[in-house]
């Protein structure tokens, strides 16, 4: 870096000390001398800036595209599959279930926490439309005891997202949960009902949209509403 000098009452920037460049007055007889100081932290060792950074390597959007990719081989099955990732994007465990569920053992369950977890609902055909339902309570309820990092629902054309701020640790807690669902699903039997009879929405919608509505109003309001985040994508 230049330093400065005193030159007819000013200054001379300098980039050396006899620098050539400088006044004769600055330069002859010169005896100054310049010399690196080492930049040392607040406990006295020596601070190297060039150090190599750790190679930190971002592996969520492969995730994202390993996950995808396995759910829309599974959007239009009959029965339902679940898969695990890691954060990195591995395959930890793949379950295939019957039409309505997939059940897991209480080892596989311990592998849900801090991973990704996707599984399809099956859709069933009325005359209305297809049915597309959201989460099921019992997936609510596994990933608020067992915290994954996320939880996802597929069906043939939606994909439900939701995941976990708050841990329910004890029977208590998962059976207070389990009464305010009881009371927001009255809450929203009665809304699309009433949307229903009014002939604003079909029966295949009432059906599409009852479990969705219910974790999108338990999810932003209330008591419960820290506890995770929900949407549909």
């Known amino acids: 870096e230049q330093f400065k000098v005193p030159f007819k009452g000013g ?15 600055n330069i002859i007889n010169c005896r100054c001398n310049s010399a690196l100081i080492p930049r040392r932290d607040e406990n006295g060792r020596l601070v190297f800036t060039d150090e190599p950074k750790p190679n930190v390597v971002d592996n969520s959007i492969k995730r994202e595209i390993n996950i995808r990719n396995y759910e829309e081989t599974i959007r239009n099955q009959d029965f339902e599959s ?5 954060k990195d994007g591995n395959i930890i465990l793949t379950k295939k279930g019957t039409k309505d569920s997939v059940d897991f053992t209480l080892k596989e369950q311990r592998l849900i926490k801090d991973n990704y977890v996707t599984h399809n609902h099956p859709g069933k055909m009325l005359p209305s439309g297809i049915v597309e339902q959201s989460f ?6 596994i990933s608020l005891v067992r915290m994954p990092k996320e939880m996802r629902a597929v069906t043939k054309n939606k994909t439900f997202v939701m995941k976990p701020l708050k841990q329910i ?26 949307q229903l009879r009014d002939g604003k ?18 999810s932003s309001e209330g008591k419960y509403k820290d506890y995770f985040n929900y949407k549909k994508i």
């Open 11 to 25: 200054f001379q920037l300098l980039d050396f000390p006899g620098d050539p460049k400088g006044s004769a007055g």
């Open 82 to 86: 679940a898969r695990f990732y890691d």
């Open 136 to 141: 099921s309570p019992e997936d609510i309820y």
């Open 169 to 194: 640790n004890t029977q208590r807690e998962l059976t207070a949960l389990k009464k305010h669902v009881k009371n927001v699903k009255t809450s929203v039997f009665k809304d699309l009902s009433k």
């Open 201 to 218: 929405i079909n029966i295949s919608e009432y059906e599409s949209n009852y479990w969705d509505n219910i974790w999108a109003k338990i």
